[in-house]
T-cell receptor, first 113, second 117 residues
């Protein structure tokens, strides 16, 4: 079965630096990959979606890359701010675009002033 | 627009009791989903409904049943609650019912925190 791995340890960075989070998966590549943000006690909030035929996607200070050879996605937050502190989840669709997602356990990001 | 709403926010049950978690969305979405989230684990899909009138099992359906009452509402029922069902339950919805659409982002509700004693 498919397995998704995200860094289980929290990522601590200084304000203004670039945060890079990793999402690795096994077996075959998904139709697309999504990144969500989750704050404590709240539901996940969608950030970005990247398709299997796309290498990179950007949205404001966020950038996602998708390398189907390495079976890896990287999620970057540039010029990070304390307000970016949250848990970030990657989710993959292995159902051929039918939106049945498999989520990673998430990486907690802490941005320190 | 309220987005995705869930009731109740919190619930404590005794082993063997039953309950229904309610979910509603006002975005005219076709697809709806139920997930559970346990500490240290990702969200796991329990059931989903690709469109009104259809439901299908996800990764962890045992011990649960669902009803897609209409396009807006999707309920999750625990017939005989067990301590292993202690979790946070999230409902979500999305625009598309399938295919390589641009609208596959999922919108999540605030969650129901369920404890089974």
């Amino acid at each position: 079965s498919q397995k998704i791995e995200q860094n289980s340890e929290a990522l601590n960075i200084q304000e203004g630096k670039t945060a890079t989070l990793t999402c690795n998966y096994t077996n075959y590549s998904p139709a697309y990959l999504q990144w969500y943000r989750q704050d404590p006690g709240r539901g996940p909030v969608f950030l970005l979606l990247i398709r299997e035929n796309e290498k990179e996607k950007r949205k404001e200070r966020l950038k996602v890359t998708f390398d189907t050879t390495l079976k890896q996605s990287l999620f970057h937050i540039t010029a990070s701010q304390p307000a970016d502190s949250a848990t970030y989840l990657c989710a993959l669709d292995f159902s051929g675009g039918y939106n049945k997602l498999i989520f990673g356990a998430g990486t907690r990001l802490a941005v320190h002033p | 627009n309220a987005g995705v709403t869930q009731t109740p926010k919190f619930q404590v049950l005794k082993t063997g009791q039953s309950m229904t978690l309610q979910c509603a969305q006002d975005m005219n979405h076709n697809s709806m989903y139920w997930y559970r989230q346990d500490p240290g684990m990702g969200l796991r899909l329990i059931y989903y409904s690709a469109s009104e009138g259809t439901t299908d099992k996800g990764e962890v359906p045992n011990g649960y049943n669902v009803s897609r009452l209409n396009k807006r509402e999707f309920s999750l029922r625990l017939e005989s609650a067990a301590p292993s069902q202690t979790s946070v339950y999230f409902c979500a919805s999305s625009h598309t019912s399938g295919g390589y659409s641009s609208y596959n982002e999922q919108f999540f509700g605030p969650g129901t925190r369920l404890t089974v004693l």
